[in-house]
């Protein structure tokens, strides 16, 4: 039986490194040299500063991301891998949305639409606004299809963040 | 504890002699000068080479006959990236390197200052790890954890790459502990694991045992040996794994592969549950992999957990040592087994052997043909003899015709398959084992990559013997062009130099043979010479190894000639290709 077999699925996996220069490369490496393209990833200070996490979202089928992990943890700056079981997590990201203003009316339109989402109105100007969002993936993409049937002018998203619950 | 105030080349010299550094392959440069510096006064040997991928590949071949790892040095920028070709060969066959390399000052890192080379960044993916000390206090921390990183799990290189400031700065350094380094390796299998392996194998009927590189570098060969008699499981190896099983024991069936064996390739296919240990299921080994033992139930025991999986889907997946594991299973077996002594499957094997021994396996040439040399050589030199091998046709004849006794008496790039690795990792290895006669069995196209070589073996008093199959040809790629491109040799002849006058210009022994008795005096004179000695063998360009399994054809179409593409089994003769 071949290895690579099966179908495509997200998955999310957290990754405790080292905090040092050159960390991130390493593990970048993998990715390109699996030709796999991630999704997003977010790096960031852990509860200990010799420590950062870093959370990546991958599109792939599980041999392959499985594979991908045991490769992982050879490298020597990461410390501790999971893969996070996506009902069992929280997952949140944030979003900046800029966005077109045309009218007063397309103004009151995104304070009711910030509202609705509880997003915040983060800077306004004369003929944009721009929101920030956090939430689930798929709250943000909610929010953004609304917002692009107003007209959106510029688009910045973290990538995911996540930990488990409990425990 | 602050012990002293060093340098940072004293440092790292004074680091390297803690951790047993008896010999430094290299070659120096402005960014190294400060650590040559302080090499000169030093009691570590330096073995200057003629360019830096030999230093890496003799670092390499030091170390795969010698279990310890090996050690090479360079100089920044075109020093280092020298160095690659041989960090990435050692990469690919698990081999314990410590490559040193210099760098350009901190300050001008990143400014394209001259010779600089990003080699952090080009090594990354061709190390287990590598290290750019920023202070002198880091040094001693690196080296530690360098020699631990590459000796330790799965073995591999791993390169430091020191700026220049930092090996002339002098500050305080540390006393590093043992227990400074905490390396991740899982040692020891699950014992449920094992259980589950165990119960595999005492009620397989056709058991067999596949033996990779792993078994080498865990020192596991006497466990295997136990293992595989008590349960009378015939034993196929990888070409990485070729020395680790005695190749003239009853239950030896050579290497398996696209020019393995014809009895490996044939018997593995038969097995009912195959034991795989410290090997990868390279496309080398498994040809077609979905064609490979399709049928039989898999033990893979090996101590890299990324391994288990990647090729082959298997039923009980083993992370551990190679020596302990099977130490356990063979504990474990002698409580419900007892050693057997004789067995239907081990019938079939001898079948097996005799069927193969019968088909023909083409050869062109009655006189000096690389199959009937081989044979020769492995009668005269003796047992303990060290063979390491270039690359193409004469690997695999050495790998089909050579029989290895012993592990790390047969020293291969297996994984990068790179030409001109054999006669600087030949020298490694005679560094290491100084008593024990060491031979090159190489084609003339590999030879002549890394031939500057032959300098440094005069002028290091380093004697190794080679034998050059010389069939004026890049032979593997030619025997490629004549099977599948329609015999358009394109680029693949060789117009050679005068081997015997280029070896005695540098000062070694060079002699050329046309008859088999001639090798025999040749070799036996060479084995007494006190100076590297270089035989030149002519042999014909178009011979062909045989037998092979074609690119992208399972182990179960194997070929023997290049006329037919006769199925395993199906041509008989009387003429014995090759016998035990
Ligand atoms: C550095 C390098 N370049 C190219 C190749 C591709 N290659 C594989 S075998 C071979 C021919 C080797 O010729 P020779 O050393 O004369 O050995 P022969 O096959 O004739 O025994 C070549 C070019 C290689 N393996 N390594």
Redesign the pocket.
């Known amino acids: 039986m071949n290895v690579e077999n099966s179908v495509f699925e997200t998955h999310i996996v957290s990754v405790l490194v080292e905090n040092k220069p050159g960390v991130l490369y390493r593990v970048a490496n993998l990715f390109r040299r699996r030709n796999f393209n991630i999704e997003s990833i977010s790096v960031g200070p852990t509860e200990r500063k010799e420590f950062s996490r870093m959370t990546i979202t991958l599109n792939g089928d599980n041999a392959t991301v499985e594979q991908l992990v045991k490769q992982l943890s050879k490298i020597v700056d990461v410390v501790k891998i999971s893969l996070l079981n996506p009902r069992n997590t929280i997952l949140r990201e944030l979003a900046l949305i800029k966005l077109h203003v045309k009218d007063s009316k397309v103004r009151s339109d995104i304070l009711s639409y910030a509202q609705i989402f509880k997003g915040k109105v983060v800077d306004a100007a004369e003929d944009t606004m721009t929101v920030e969002v956090i939430g689930t993936p798929e709250k943000i993409n909610a929010f953004l299809k609304i917002a692009s049937s107003i007209g959106i002018k510029e688009m910045a998203r973290t990538g995911l963040t996540a930990i488990e619950r409990g425990g | 504890m602050v012990i002293a105030k060093l340098s940072g080349a004293q440092s790292l010299i004074d680091s390297l002699q803690k951790e047993g550094v008896e010999v430094i392959f290299g070659l120096p440069g402005g960014a190294i000068l400060p650590v040559y510096d302080i090499l000169y006064e030093s009691n570590i040997r330096h073995i200057l080479v003629k360019h830096e991928q030999s230093a890496a590949h003799m670092a390499d071949g030091y170390a795969r006959a010698s279990g310890r790892p090996g050690v090479c040095m360079a100089t920044s920028g075109p020093g280092a990236t020298n160095l690659v070709?041989g960090i990435a060969n050692a990469y690919m066959d698990s081999s314990p390197v410590v490559a040193i390399t210099g760098q350009v000052p901190r300050t001008m890192i990143g400014k394209d200052a001259f010779q600089e080379a990003d080699i952090i960044g080009i090594t990354t993916s061709i190390t287990k790890y590598n290290f750019q000390p920023r202070t002198v206090a880091e040094v001693p921390k690196v080296v530690k954890m360098a020699f631990k990183l590459a000796t330790s799990g799965r073995p591999g290189p791993v390169l430091i790459d020191i700026p220049r400031d930092v090996q002339v700065e002098i500050d305080e350094v540390d006393e590093v502990e043992d227990n400074h380094v905490k390396v991740r390796s899982n040692v020891s299998p699950h014992p449920l694991q094992v259980k589950r392996a165990v119960d595999l194998l005492v009620n397989a009927e056709r058991p067999i045992i596949l033996a990779g590189g792993g078994i080498i570098l865990s020192n596991a060969s006497e466990a295997l040996q136990a293992l595989a008699e008590l349960l009378l499981a015939p034993v196929a190896t990888t070409l990485m794994g070729k020395g680790c099983f005695p190749e003239n024991h009853p239950l030896s069936l050579g290497v398996v592969g696209m020019h393995g064996s014809p009895e490996a390739n044939k018997a593995i296919l038969e097995a009912d549950v195959l034991l795989a240990v410290g090997c990868r299921f390279s496309d080398r080994t498994t040809c077609n992999i979905s064609d490979f033992c399709p049928d039989a139930k898999i033990i893979h025991v090996d101590i890299d957990a990324s391994e288990i999986g990647k090729n082959r889907l298997v039923d009980v997946p083993i992370v551990g040592d190679a020596n302990i594991t099977l130490s356990k299973m063979y504990e474990m077996l002698t409580k419900c087994l007892v050693k057997r002594e004789d067995s239907l499957w081990f019938k079939r094997i001898q079948e097996i052997r005799e069927e193969c021994s019968s088909i023909e396996v083409f050869s062109r040439d009655d006189g000096l043909s690389p199959p009937k040399i081989l044979k020769e050589v492995r009668e005269i030199v003796p047992p303990d003899t060290i063979v390491t091998t270039?690359?193409?046709?004469?690997?695999m004849?050495a790998s089909l015709y050579f029989k290895a006794y012993k592990p790390r008496t047969f020293i291969t790039s297996g994984g990068l398959?790179?030409?001109?690795f054999g006669f600087p990792a030949a020298l490694g290895a005679k560094v290491a084992k100084p008593d024990v006669p060491v031979l090159d069995i190489?084609?003339?196209?590999?030879?002549i990559?890394t031939s500057n070589m032959l300098i440094t073996s005069v002028n290091e008093n380093i004697p190794v013997i080679v034998l050059i199959?010389n069939?004026s040809?890049?032979?593997?790629?030619?025997?490629w062009q004549r099977l599948f491109y329609n015999r358009r040799y394109s680029a693949?002849k060789?117009v050679n130099p005068d081997f015997v006058k280029l070896v005695e210009a540098c000062g070694a022994n060079g002699v050329r043979v046309n008859s088999l008795d001639e090798l025999k005096n040749a070799l036996l004179q060479a084995l007494k010479n006190d100076v590297t000695t270089v035989i030149d063998v002519p042999v014909s360009p178009e011979e062909d190894v045989f037998p092979m399994v074609p690119p992208g054809k399972g182990l179960k179409n194997m070929i023997f000639n290049a006329l037919k593409t006769s199925s395993i089994l199906t041509k008989r003769s009387s003429k014995a290709p090759r016998e035990d």
């Open positions: 070709t270039e690359v193409g046709q004469n690997q004849w398959g790179t030409m001109g190489a084609g003339d196209g590999s030879f990559m199959l069939n040809m890049l032979g593997m790629v030619a025997q693949v060789l």
